[in-house]
């Protein structure tokens, strides 16, 4: 009897033992299971971190590298910002004028060249004198120095076509200002690129521009294209913009685009702003498709070759 119910006493406690020891085992495999799940929550976190990671990259290296060179609501005053770049080979193809030829290239833009309410006197000019034609789409131009008006897919001569009768749209007030920003646009390059304004000409085309979101019928009025100006015309040195209306509140896209090799570089378009460049392939650019909304500019070019110098407008 006593044996059994050692046997019996020990067979209980060995069963006791046996559920001890499944516990344990049940509990020790719990919590490496559970060493597992947390290991699984880690690595998928760090699966995730690095698909992001990845992501972000491509997506970096895909997409436009973008930077604000001069935002619409910041005021560039008194002194212009300027950006120096190496001269690009362009002008070796071209005779050089010593104090014109651009010996030091770059970009620069200034708010305080020209007036707020100069510019919107320039506008107003650019409104009346384009409503009296413009192109079917794109861009439409006002030329006053060669009178040229962008009509339909072609262009006239507003001088000859409309006669005496343009006096009523453009008066010698509008020149006056139109000659005397011009001269001060000539200077600030001048001072900026250490030039001699004496030996810088006005050329040509130098023009108004209105560019609102109607698709181009013609390939002239395509002006979204990347271009160099001094590819596109041998003669410029010196491309400037002045702006006469304002991104974002009058129109949007539009932005003027530096394109370089490791980004592109934009400048907002702001009422009386003026930016210009030296115009070798140092300086690719495009504008942006505008939108919605209506954009003004002037673009007056300079050159060093009196041989290509205009006049100042006039009326006939
Ligand atoms: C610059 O912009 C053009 C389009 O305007 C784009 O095709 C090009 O990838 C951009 N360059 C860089 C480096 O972001
Ligand atoms: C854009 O300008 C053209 C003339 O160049 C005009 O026919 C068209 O209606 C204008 N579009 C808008 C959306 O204002």
Redesign the pocket.
Known sequence: MAVARMRNTKGENATEIEKKIKRGNALRQGSTWRGYRGLLALLLVAACVCTLAVWLYMSYLD????QTLVSQGELVSPQPRVFNIQCSEDYENYKRYPGCTPQRCGRAVTDSVVTREEAQVLRRLAERGLALAGSEGGASILDLHSGALSMGKQFVNIYRYFGDQIRDVITQEDLQLYRDVRGRIQAVIAETFGLNPTLMYLTKPTFFSRINSTAAKTQHDEYWH?HIDKVTYGSFDYTSLLYLSDYGSDFSGGRF?F??????QTVEPRTGRVSFFSSGSENLH?V?KVTWGTRYAITVSFTCDPAHGISDPALP
């Open positions: 997409s436009d590298i973008t990347p685009v394109m370089d090799s490791n980004g592109n495009r942006e």
